[in-house]
Structure formats: C-alpha cells, structure tokens
C-alpha cells in the first residue's frame, strides 16, 4: 500500500487566489511528522512545512498552512494568495518514529499558478 | 550557516565509469540521508548514515552502489559501472542527532549517463 498518496498530479491556479494540494497518509506508527516540499523547476527542494502527529494546532509558515485532520490522515497544503513564483512541484512527505527514520515521498503534484 | 552541500551539481558519465556524488550536511547534522529522483517521480530513499555508520540501507541496490559518512569530510555516493538506468538526480538531506522535525535537503547532483 501507499504510504503517502497526492491524488492530483496537476494543478492550476488563478493568481492571488487559495489552492489545495491533498495529502493522505497512511501508518501505524503512532508518532510520525509530516512535511511539505516544493521543488521548482530548477530543481532543488525547499522545506515548506512540518506537522508532528501530536502537535494539536494546524502548522503555519507564512502564505503556508497545513490542514491536519489525523482521524482521516490527511495533511492538505494550503497554500493563500498564490503567486506566479509558487508554480512548481509540491511533494508530500513521513518520517515515522521519533528519532532519524526516512522519509517517504508521494509522487508529487504540479502546480501552475496562472496570471 | 551554510545549508546542505552537494557536489557536482550535474555530472556527465560514460556507461561503465564510476560516479562519485559528495554531501556535506548543515553544520551540527550528524545524520545523512540519501535519495534518488528519476524524472518525474518523487524521491526513493536509499541509505541513512551517521558518522562512520550505515543505519539503514534498504532502499540501496544491491550492487554497484555504496555510501560513506567518514568521521572526517563529506557523506560519498558511489556508483560503480554506471548504467543509463542510473541517470536520475540524486539528494542529501541532513538531520540534527535525535531530531524528527528538521530536514534541509541539498540541492541535489543531476547524474547522466551517455
């Protein structure tokens, strides 16, 4: 089974507005973190993100939030006031456990942000 | 603070040479870890290391590829005989020691093999 699943392999977006990039994930492991990348076309990647499972507050970062809803294990990116320098890949990603473990990636959504 | 260091940023390889792909993580990182993209995917972990040790490396085929975290000096990925299958780009990320929450990748080394 997947463990980390981004059902939108594209995106558009009309500048200035809110878009949604979904996330769902699955464990057993009952402490994990969850993580947002973008990733533009120039290739590197860039931290946007966390969620730890305990934390009882959606994370924010900026124009970033995370919509953490942990009974159905999804962790959507939010991302508000859509910019053209926002086009890019977004990657969803777990680290399970507390301490070093790995991350899983899903396989990423494309995002156009339109003028 | 200098982030996450990857070098070569692109390296151009001939079918059976090797490939030598060096990271050097963040300052006061002790855990390194290393994925591979191919294109249009996400990335595939393959190994995590602390100084002088393999944690795990699952995700590592089986030949040709091995990786290093000396006490001293940069994390090395090598790929020994290289295939055109093996052209991808391939990622450091860095970790401080006991930490869940924090991971900065580095900018990755685009390896092609012609």
């Known amino acids: ?115 | 603070n200098a982030g996450v260091m990857q070098n070569p940023r692109h390296l151009v390889r001939r079918r059976g040479q090797e490939a030598r792909l060096r990271c050097s993580p963040m300052k006061g990182h002790s855990h390194v870890y290393w994925y591979r993209q191919l294109p249009e995917e996400g990335l595939k972990f393959m190994v995590y290391l602390q100084k002088e040790n393999i944690i795990d490396e699952s995700g590592m085929p089986k030949e040709r590829f091995s990786a290093e975290f000396p006490k001293e000096g940069p994390s090395i990925l090598r790929i020994q005989q290289v295939v055109r299958g093996d052209s991808a780009a391939y990622f450091c990320a860095s970790s401080p020691y006991q930490s869940n929450t924090e991971a900065f990748f580095g900018q990755g080394t685009r390896l092609t093999v012609v």
């Open chain 1, 1 to 115: 089974a997947q463990k980390i699943t981004q059902t939108q392999p594209g995106m558009f977006v009309q500048e200035k507005e809110a878009v949604t990039l979904d996330c769902t994930y699955d464990t057993s492991d009952p402490s994990y973190g969850l993580f947002w990348y973008k990733q533009p076309s120039s290739g590197e990647m860039i931290f946007l993100i966390y969620q730890g499972s305990y934390d009882q507050q959606n994370a924010t970062e900026g124009r970033y939030s995370l919509n953490f809803q942990k009974a159905r294990k999804s962790a959507n990116l939010v991302i508000s006031a859509s910019q053209l320098g926002d086009s890019a890949m977004y990657f969803c990603a777990m680290r399970e456990g507390d301490y070093g473990q790995n991350f899983v990636f899903g396989p990423g959504t494309r995002l156009s942000v339109l003028p």
